[in-house]
């Protein structure tokens, strides 16, 4: 275990009363089971809803799972008990909803997924031509 000294304890309390103040907290949060989003009530009187599928620990979690939802840690984190997932309140309100991996290919499967008048127009071209060129094998 570390030592901890009185100044090293005093700067960190110091730290702690300046997160409270300028950090976003949660003072309620709720899953809406018809719209299949968390809504989050922030300390400063904001609130914050996005999507559960769209958090990377509540990714593929039922709705009863997401259903008991508690605010832990001064308002700081979201736990759901039921499927041992927390979220830091303030990296969800920060638009950060998993690992940088992650959300990278959350992000990548979703443009992949997005239909526009330049993509049919690119696979009506390519057909034309045959469809896609096989891949040359190494002999």
Not at 48 to 71: K, R, T
Not at 106 to 128: F, L, Q, V
């Amino acid at each position: 275990m570390v030592d901890l000294t009185d100044s090293a304890f005093e700067a960190a309390e110091a730290r702690g009363r300046e997160m409270v103040k300028s950090e976003p907290r949660a003072v309620a949060a709720r899953y809406d089971r018809e719209t299949g989003r968390v809504a989050v009530e922030l300390a400063n009187g904001c609130a914050y809803i996005f999507p559960a599928q769209l958090a990377q620990e509540l990714h593929g979690a039922d709705d009863e799972a997401l259903s008991v939802v508690a605010v832990d840690g001064a308002g700081f984190n979201l736990h759901w008990p039921a499927i041992g997932a927390d979220l830091y309140v303030p990296a969800l309100v920060a638009g950060v909803f998993g690992t940088r991996d992650w959300m990278a290919k959350e992000w990548a499967r979703a443009a992949g997924r997005a239909a526009t008048p330049a993509k049919a127009a690119a696979s009506r071209a390519n057909g034309a031509k045959g469809g896609r060129p096989r891949k040359k094998r190494a002999n």
